[in-house]
C-alpha cells in the first residue's frame, strides 16, 4: 500500500501533539525514494516480462520513478500499444500517454480552480480552458493557445509592493496568485509533456535509444519530473537545459534562458 507524502508527514508528527485515525491504523511508515533508472528495469521486469528497453524508459520518465506511478504508466502503456511492443510504436505510446495525462490534469486544474473564491478571474481562466479542442490541437498548438488564457500575476512596484492601479482587496490579490500558480502547474506540465513527445518520437533504432541512456537525456527528463514538487520555475528550468542539450526548439514566446541547476 502507498501513502502521500502529506499523510507521511502526519504519521511521523504523532505525539506532537497528534493524533488520528491514520496514526492508529499503521505500526510503521516507509519512506520509499525515486527508483533509478536501473532499479526501474528491474522493477517493471518482474511485473511486464520482455518489456523493450525504450518503453521502460518512457515509463520511468512520466512516473519520475516513482514506484506506484511506475506501474500505474506501464499499465496504462501496455493498453494502448499492441503486444508486443515494438520501438516504431514508441511514438505512439508517448504520444497517447502524454494526451492522457494532459486530459486529466486539464480536468483536475479546472476543478481546483473552480474551488478558488475569486469569480470573475477564474471564470475567466476555467471557461477558455475548457473550451479547449483536445481532439483538433497538436500539442504544441495546444500550449500556444493556453499560454493566452493563463491568468496574470499582481503587478509589483519596483519597491516590491503590489500595484494600487486596480481596486483589489490583499485577499483577492492572494488568491489571485493561487490561480496563477495553479495554471503554471499545468502549463509546465504541457511543457514536459511535450518535451517527452519530441524525444521519444526521435528514438527510431536500438542505437538512438541507447544514446539518449548514454548522455543523460532519460535521466535528465525524470529529474525534471521530480521537480515538479519544487516548483513550476525550477521544473521549466530543468526541462528547458533537456531542450537546450539536445537543440530542440524553445517554445513559442518562450525565455530561452536557461537556469544551470547543481545536480543537473
Do not use: N
Not at 511486464?48 to 506501464?74: E, M, N, Q, T
Request: charged letters at 30%; hydrophobic letters at 40%.
Amino acid at each position: 500500500m502507498t501513502v502521500s507524502e502529506s499523510a507521511i508527514s502526519k504519521f511521523e508528527r504523532r505525539g506532537l501533539p497528534f493524533r488520528d485515525v491514520f496514526d492508529s491504523a499503521f505500526d510503521a511508515v516507509v519512506d520509499v525514494p525515486y527508483l533509478s533508472l536501473d532499479e526501474s528495469y528491474t522493477f517493471l521486469a518482474r511485473r511486464a516480462i520482455g518489456l523493450p528497453g525504450p518503453f521502460v524508459c518512457l515509463c520511468y520518465v512520466l512516473s519520475a520513478g516513482l514506484p506506484r506511478d511506475l506501474i500505474r504508466v506501464c499499465r496504462f502503456m501496455l493498453e494502448a500499444v499492441p503486444a508486443p511492443p515494438a520501438i516504431y510504436l514508441l511514438k505512439d505510446a508517448a504520444s497517447a500517454l502524454v494526451w492522457g495525462e494532459v486530459r486529466s490534469k486539464r480536468r483536475a486544474t479546472s476543478l481546483e480552480a473552480r474551488k478558488i473564491p475569486l469569480e470573475s478571474k477564474v471564470s475567466e481562466f476555467v471557461g477558455p480552458l475548457e473550451g479547449l479542442d483536445l481532439t483538433k490541437l497538436s500539442l504544441q498548438d495546444f500550449i500556444g493557445e493556453y499560454e493566452k488564457i493563463i491568468p496574470k500575476e499582481p503587478a509589483t512596484t519596483q519597491a516590491g509592493a503590489v500595484s494600487s492601479a486596480t481596486s483589489e482587496t490583499e485577499d483577492e490579490k492572494v488568491l489571485r496568485q493561487k490561480l496563477c500558480r495553479l495554471a503554471q502547474d499545468f502549463k509546465c506540465f504541457l511543457h514536459f509533456g511535450a518535451t517527452v513527445v519530441e524525444v521519444f518520437s526521435a528514438i527510431r533504432t536500438e542505437a538512438e535509444w541507447l544514446a539518449a541512456e548514454k548522455d543523460e537525456t532519460i535521466k535528465h527528463l525524470a529529474e525534471s519530473r521530480q521537480a515538479f514538487e519544487m516548483g513550476p520555475e525550477i521544473a521549466l528550468s530543468r526541462i528547458r537545459e533537456v531542450r537546450s542539450k539536445r537543440q530542440m526548439s524553445p517554445f513559442r514566446g518562450e525565455d530561452t534562458k536557461v537556469l544551470k541547476l547543481s545536480g543537473s
